[in-house]
């Protein structure tokens, strides 16, 4: 991929994670933090855990490779076979999955809110959300079979070096979930009661319609002719099959966390689901612009680096990776910490969003933000295995993580009796343990990669985030004392200039300690705006 397309998926990623944010925004002014909002959210963790799964990662990845080998090595012809197979496969495959899933909703349902019927949770159960709940996931379950079909488009297109529309397609699924669930809300319930969420899950297949649909004219462009294929008894589907096995292994583990963790939600208390879903998409942000980022770059040197066996351009590369994450995160952190209930205050608090929502949210936010740096570590540092060909050992800790994350909230919410935030918590020391394991066995299979470095380099940082620190507790003293009393306007303004001055004494002060990785960064951010 050249350093344009590079740069057109980095800003249609960033623009789809901005829309997600609004999105959130707008169930936040809404529905605020209530029970019915959990009862979406509990509801969409099942389709969406099947895309994670099976769709936009694992099929997407093993069709691509498989359909570019065969369109260099048997032409066009072959290769458009091959995506009508799998296009007919996926089709038929997905309905059924689809089918099957309306008609055992039920028993999902009773799975996912079994905690809160434990005699020790502090949730009861109400009849009402259950019956809500699965009326939601029956409505939303054709979105897999959309999503997955709108993955092997976006296959076809990135393997004939079209980018732009497939990674623009996400916004798509952003742009139709809100306009056409908050139109279909309005009429189902123009008094935004629970039934108008009915709406917003009717809005997620909307959404998954438009992401596949505006792919089709840069498909049909490209030469592409759907015609149905039921032979599947063919090299190249059980390759893109046995591809997609490990991947899916891979995925199920982040992804069963993820479910864990809102059953857990949903049996802590009414609210506690949203609550941590607002946090997690505030949090999402910096991992996406910055963890990410710097693991697109250094993942194509890294693979280079170890084609035959780990050379000396790899140790430098994933070092300088891992210290220009800590540079670019820690700051996140730092502000997510202290200014958590203005960030909240002013992105949420309109609406149903209320003064509660905006500090539940706030706690939860400052707990996923202790193991930011680590989570953004684990982006770069995870792609380095499947680099040396040492594609399991991450798939083995983050089954490892996935038991402790469990254990973790169950001695927090069933022992402890902590609330929502203990589970935003359990999320960053999972992260931190699973980052610890994985540098330490890196260290073993590649040697030493930077250790004292990157701690001098923390020392360093923690010295310039302690002078941002300030700059944040004088504007929470003295400014953000009570969000509320606030005018939207002066709450925004407020927030823009304390971060602006704090990510400048930041950056000044990282400079002035000589650190190298603030000029990378400028650099970075140059040849970005160049390009």
Not at 10 to 35: D, I, Q, Y
Not at 194 to 205: E, I, K, N, T
Not at 285 to 305: D, M, N
């Amino acid at each position: 991929m050249s350093a344009k397309a590079t740069w057109k998926v980095s800003a249609a990623v960033m623009a789809s994670r901005v829309l997600g944010l609004l999105r959130e925004m707008m169930f936040a002014g809404l529905f605020g933090g209530s029970r019915w909002m959990d009862c979406f959210y509990l509801a969409f963790k099942v389709p969406n855990l099947l895309r994670d799964l099976f769709a936009e990662g694992a099929l997407s990845q093993a069709f691509v490779t498989t359909f570019s080998k065969k369109l260099k090595a048997d032409g066009e012809e072959s290769a458009w076979a091959l995506a009508n197979k799998m296009m007919t496969l996926a089709a038929v495959f997905m309905s059924l999955v689809t089918l099957l899933g309306i008609l055992i909703a039920p028993w999902i349902v009773d799975f996912l809110t079994s905690l809160s019927r434990e005699g020790s949770s502090p949730r009861t159960y109400n009849p009402e959300e259950i019956a809500l709940t699965i009326t939601m996931v029956r409505v939303m379950y054709p979105f897999i079979l959309l999503v997955s079909l709108a993955a092997l488009v976006m296959g076809m297109l990135n393997a004939r070096n079209v980018f732009g529309m497939p990674a623009l397609s996400s916004c798509f699924f952003n742009l139709g979930s809100m306009i056409g669930g908050a139109a279909l809300g309005w009429w189902m319930d123009p008094a935004w009661g629970p039934q108008s969420l009915v709406g917003f899950a009717m809005g997620v297949v909307i959404g998954g319609l438009a992401q596949l649909m505006c792919q089709f004219p840069a498909l049909r462009r490209v030469g592409y002719r759907f015609v149905a294929d039921f032979q599947w008894r063919d090299s190249g589907v059980r390759q893109i099959l046995k591809l997609m096995g490990p991947a899916v292994i891979a995925a199920s583990v982040v992804q069963i966390n993820v479910v864990v963790n809102a059953m857990f939600a949903y049996g802590v208390g009414e609210g506690a689901v949203s609550w941590l879903s607002y946090a997690f998409r505030l949090m999402q942000l910096p991992i996406g612009v910055f963890g990410v980022a710097v693991a697109t770059v250094t993942l194509p040197v890294l693979s280079r680096a170890a084609v035959s066996g780990i050379g000396p351009d790899f140790k430098p590369t994933l070092a300088k990776g891992l210290r220009l994450v800590a540079f670019l995160v820690l700051p996140s952190t730092i502000g997510l910490a202290l200014l958590a209930e203005p960030i909240v205050s002013v992105l949420y608090e309109r609406g149903a969003f209320d003064a509660v929502d905006r500090a539940q949210t706030a706690v939860a936010l400052r707990a996923y933000g202790y193991g930011l740096v680590c989570y953004a570590w684990l982006k770069v540092l995870q792609p380095a295995f499947y680099a040396i060909e040492k594609r399991w050992l991450p798939m083995v800790v983050s089954i490892f993580a996935l038991g402790l994350n469990l254990c973790c909230n169950w001695f927090f919410v069933f022992v402890m009796r902590w609330g929502h935030e203990s589970l935003a918590l359990t999320t960053s020391i999972s992260a931190t343990f699973n980052f610890l394991i994985l540098f330490i066995a890196m260290r073993k299979f590649a040697g030493d990669i930077g250790t004292v470095d990157l701690l001098t380099l923390l020392m360093k940082l923690a010295l310039a985030g302690t002078a941002m620190a300030g700059v944040c507790v004088a504007a929470n003293r003295f400014f953000f004392m009570d969000p509320a009393h606030l005018s939207f306007g002066l709450r925004a303004v407020g927030l823009v200039v304390t971060v602006g001055v704090a990510a400048l004494i930041y950056f000044a002060a990282a400079r002035l300690l000589k650190v190298s990785e603030a000029k990378d960064a400028l650099e970075m951010v140059m040849r970005r705006m160049r390009g």
